[in-house]
């Protein structure tokens, strides 16, 4: 019993499977008082967070009408919906629900346009139910437009030295804004919940707000979730239980903010290029830079393309969650070698990759001379099963660092320039230093 008139019984561990009824008594003098729950199944629990791209529900993907009708093999997959509140002070209980738990149907998969139920929350735990073959449970809690300071606690964002106040860009953003407030109502009622995992696809409201702090918010929300689930659910609940998150797609808007997309991917990474990494550990990432959709009816900033989210998300938790031996990320080079007298830079590739399409622009060099750089193109030269050359005599001065598909739209739907062979993974943009010119050079990396 708690101070709030609420009890509280951890059950032993079930196998996965049901459905069970499950039963409970109390007796007050001579009156028994008996509370029934029918087909209940036992099973892992998923929480999806987020805003729009999160919020977008099935009747809005593509292939919308067979996605909605595929659902009779999944009645083990549950699904709920949290309403979209918010609350100055943390509350105990949601508000309200706008999906209690239900079994899937093509009317509760659709409910309408951002409403219920979340396309990437509902797939990713369809492609989970396939390789899994028990109940899934999933618990989808988010709200368009919707910035990360309105998602974390007070604490952590205090941890990261949020200002408090600041002027609120309006084309990004046009959901609550305020720190804390969606915390506060729609998720941390629920950490009394045991959760399997999360996953998360927010970020487009940060473009333009609070950009150069999203290094520590993203990762102080991650472990801020992480404790207090744990401790809500007396220890049910895995310390560092795996956080899934989506890298962002490509999107168009003013080119005042061009930098603004590739430096909030970079950031959603903890700086680091990949996940996991020592500031995100036990994370895993979808790339979706190569999904992008122009003709989106919903603006090119919300792609219809949520299947392959969902898959490239699956993956990952697969491979984090449940300990499979598979690939979940695309290529990224672990060795850069500046090779000054034929004009190259070498890529060494921890991974298999396959070269879909010659960019000569996707890879850019930046090229310094006393103290002031720009970026160049370094064209695609030759490459093998995982190498790759790229030809930087456009550079005249020296070369200082590389990055790949660091622009808001680097490349048409599944056509970057380099995915993994076999899995379809796209390589992720990334930033690397060039410290020293000369040949042999490891670089790192850019932290």
Sequence with gaps: MQDSNTWTVVLDPMKPGGPYEVMAQQTLGRINFTQRVHDVLFGDVWLCSGQSNMKMTVSQVFNATAELSDTAAYQSVRILSVSSTQAQQELEDLAKVDLRWSKPTSKNLGHGNFTYMSAVCWLFGRFLYDALRYPVGLLSSSWNGTPIEAWSSRRSLEACGVPRSGSMPSDLQFGPSAHSVLWNAMIHPLRNMTLKGVIWYQGESNVNFNRDLYNCTFPLLIDDWRQTFHDGSQGQTERFFPFGFVQLSSYLFDEALDDGLPQIR?????????????????????ASVDLCDRNSPFGSIHPRDKQTVAYRLHLGARALAYGEKLI?????????ELLADKGLLNLTYSQPIKVQRRDDKIFEVSCCSDHQCKWLPAPMDTFSTQSLALNIT??????AALRYAWTPWPCEYKQCALYHPTSTLPAPPFLALITSPSPGYHSRTAK
């Design 394 to 399: 456009s550079c005249q001065d020296t070369p």
């Design 266 to 286: 970079w950031h959603q990474t903890a700086d680091f290029g990949y996940v996991p990494n020592q500031r995100m550990p036990n994370t895993f990432m979808a």
């Design 328 to 336: 979940f990320q695309g290529p990224l080079p672990q060795k850069i």
